[in-house]
Every structure is written in structure tokens, then in C-alpha cells.
């Protein structure tokens, strides 16, 4: 596991039906390109977040293919519709095989 | 096809909004997270003959990147914050202590040190930086391993304690103990150097919002440090900047730490008073 990786998400607490809310994501992470070395002279491998997604209860909202030359710290800002009160699900996955994840919920008021 | 053109119309709509937000945040200045406000000009100190005014460095970035530091989710400065607050508590070294165990009060302790240095320590008998109290509390207290000047863990932690003086004018003395070296700060600004023959003032005084090839040049002012600069998606230090003006001048840089980079990060600091502390500013 990469680390100091730390997932951080904004989103409204609250929302009415309906609206759309604009959400920030931003996971703090090396994204080590698999092109440097060492002090040795090895390879270092590739260890980037592959995928990013977002579900809403359950059910995908988005997803983005992340590949190489994307920068350290990905960050992305999207809408989405709220129809109901429910968990916002949020999910990285890193070629090591870790898959970092984050909740946050919306209330309806 | 007809998906395809609301996508276009909603992304279109996306970027009319955001350039939207950022003119309206001109507008207002500088105002971060919609709550504080900083003051990103000033008049000059009365020390400065040749500037009536001075600006913040965000002045003259472009307004994208400008908004970058309007909301601290969105400046990635924030994520070395975020590393140092860990660090806080982090016990390292002989004495079994982190920063938490003497300032129990956490970072916030530390509001308004930023505005005042560097300044004169009496017990040291020289002129200190934040790193140089930062690495006092490592050896002494600590006994664990001082941090290099620029190391990423030492300018999160210059970060964190900057912070915390969000909002307050900078503040040095220039008078008393530090006269001196205060002066000597000066001459260097204005000492021409390097293979370019330049000065800090030929381009940072004589041409500030003048294009320096695609880029703007400010005024040199250090209200913003330690800076997240786009260019090394890191943290940058006062000194570690003084050191890539001087190489971009081809002059022999100065060692981080060194007198002479304390002395002009004294005077340059001076010439920034009345400019807010910024936390943590984002420039190119």
C-alpha cells in the first residue's frame, strides 16, 4: 500500500430534492509513474489510482479510467442530482491492489 | 447524438459557472472559504522609496489559478497541512516526545508567530527563522533528527504554524538587534549578480506585472510562503525560492539557511508589511 494516501470529498450535508450539488474529490496519492528508479537503479513499479467511481446508494453514478501522466493528487469536481437522502460511495482503486473508499451521506431538508 | 449534445451544454454551462464564480471572487478580493478576507494590497512601508504600494503575488496570477486558493478544498497546499497535523503528534527521537507533548494548546499556539519573523533570538544571538525554531525544538527537546530546509515534512510544518496567522499583516522589525542585518538584507536585494547581472529589484521593483516570457512578474513579496507552486505540485520554501531566482539569474545560489538568505528574507519580508499572512498560497 502507497502511503500517505488520504481520500478527502466535499458534499453539501444537505440538499432538496432534486437539486444538483456539485462535488469535490480529491484523493491525495503519488501516482508513481513506473518510470523512475531508484537508488539502485530498479525500476520503481507503477502504482497509480486506475479507477475512480461514484455510487449513490447503491447504484453507479460515475466512473473515470485513470492512466498514466495524470498528476499526483487526482482531483475532480462533478454534479450530480439528489432524488433522494442517501450515501454518496466513493472509491479509488490503485494498481497495488488497494481500493481506498470514502462515505458521505445527504440529508433531504 | 442528442445525449451527447446535453453532455456538450452541460459542460459548457459547467465552465461558464466557474468563470463566473472566479470574476465575482475578484471582484470581492481576496476571500477565503467565503470567510476571511485578506488584505492583498497595501500601502508601502515607509522604508520602501520606490514602491507607493505593494500586492500579494495573487495578484498576478492568471483567475484560475487565483481561485485555486479561494476555497482550501480546492488548494492543494491543504494536503501538506493535512500531512503536518498528523506529524504533530507523531513521536520521534531520544525525549519520546512529538510537537503535542510541550505545545498542548496544538498549532493554534502558535497564532501571529509567522506575521513577526524572522526575527531576533536573544539566546541564540542571530536572526531566526520559522525553520530555525522548528529545528531547535527537534534537536533540543526532541533530541531527533533536524529537518533540511526544504524537506517536505519541514515546509507541511512551516504550513501548519503559518496558518494559524491567516488574515494578520505581516509585521517584521527591521530596527533594534536586526538594523544590521536588515541592511545587509537590503544591499543584497539590490546587488547586481549572476552571469544575467541582475538584482531582486530589476525585477521585482523596476518591473512587477511586466511579462517575463509567459509569465507575469510580482513583486517578490513572501506574505504567501510557504507556496504551492503548480509548476512542482509541492510546497516551496522562502529560501528554496531565493535560491531558484538566483539560479535563474545564473548566479551561484546561496545555501538554504545561510546568513545571507536569512538577511534578505528579513528585508524582503519587511518590504511586505501590511500584506495579510496567506497560509498557504498557490501561484504557478
Redesign the interface.
Known amino acids: 500500500m502507497a502511503s ?1 494516501v ?1 481520500p ?1 470529498v ?1 458534499v453539501p450535508r444537505t440538499a432538496a430534492v432534486g437539486d444538483v450539488i456539485t462535488i ?1 474529490t ?1 484523493i ?1 496519492h503519488k501516482m508513481e509513474s513506473g518510470q523512475r528508479k531508484d537508488k539502485e537503479g530498479n525500476i520503481i513499479p507503477q502504482s497509480i489510482i486506475n479507477t475512480f467511481s461514484c455510487d449513490f446508494n447503491g447504484q453507479n453514478i460515475m466512473s473515470v479510467d485513470l492512466s498514466g501522466a495524470v ?3 487526482p ?1 475532480f469536481q462533478f ?1 450530480a442530482t439528489v432524488p433522494e437522502a442517501g450515501d454518496f460511495t466513493f472509491t479509488w482503486n490503485d494498481d497495488d491492489g488497494s481500493v481506498y473508499t470514502e462515505t458521505k451521506s445527504v440529508k433531504i431538508g | 447524438m442528442n445525449n451527447m449534445t446535453s453532455k456538450h451544454a ?1 459542460v459548457l454551462a ?1 465552465v461558464a459557472a466557474m468563470t463566473l464564480g472566479a470574476g465575482v471572487a475578484l471582484a470581492q478580493g481576496l476571500v477565503i472559504n467565503g470567510e476571511v478576507t485578506l488584505t492583498n494590497e497595501a500601502p508601502a512601508a515607509a522604508h520602501l522609496e520606490n514602491l507607493d504600494k505593494v500586492y500579494s503575488g495573487w495578484n498576478f496570477r492568471s483567475i484560475e489559478t487565483q481561485a485555486l486558493q479561494l476555497d482550501d ?2 488548494n ?1 497546499g491543504m ?1 501538506f497541512v ?2 503536518a497535523t498528523d506529524q504533530w503528534d507523531v513521536v520521534e527521537g531520544g525525549a519520546d516526545e512529538s510537537c503535542a507533548s510541550c505545545h498542548e494548546g496544538g498549532p493554534e499556539e502558535f497564532a501571529g508567530l509567522r506575521v513577526v519573523l524572522p526575527r531576533w533570538n536573544e539566546d541564540a544571538d542571530a536572526l531566526w527563522s520559522m525553520e530555525d525554531y522548528i529545528n531547535n525544538c527537534r534537536t533540543e527537546r526532541m533530541q531527533a533528527e533536524a529537518w533540511k530546509w526544504s524537506e517536505s515534512k519541514m515546509t507541511a510544518m512551516t504550513a501548519l504554524i503559518g496558518l494559524q496567522s491567516r488574515g494578520m499583516p505581516v509585521n517584521v522589525a527591521i530596527d533594534g538587534p536586526v538594523a544590521d542585518i536588515w541592511a545587509q538584507g537590503k544591499e543584497l536585494y539590490y546587488t547586481r549578480v549572476g552571469q544575467l547581472d541582475m538584482s531582486c529589484s530589476n525585477c521585482h521593483e523596476d518591473n512587477y506585472d511586466v511579462m517575463i516570457r509567459a509569465d507575469h512578474l510580482s513583486q517578490g513579496q513572501t506574505n504567501g510562503f510557504p507556496s504551492y507552486r503548480l509548476k512542482n ?1 509541492k510546497l516551496n520554501s522562502i529560501h528554496g525560492r531565493f535560491k531558484g531566482c538566483m539560479k535563474n539569474i545564473r548566479a551561484t545560489p546561496y545555501a538554504e539557511g545561510s546568513d545571507e538568505f536569512h538577511a534578505l528574507e528579513l528585508y524582503v519580508a519587511s518590504r511586505g508589511n501590511g500584506l495579510s499572512v496567506e497560509g498557504t498560497s498557490v501561484r504557478n
Open positions: 500517505g488520504k478527502r466535499k469535490k480529491l491525495s498528476s499526483t493528487n482531483y454534479e | 452541460a459547467t478544498f480546492d492543494p494536503i493535512d500531512q505540485a
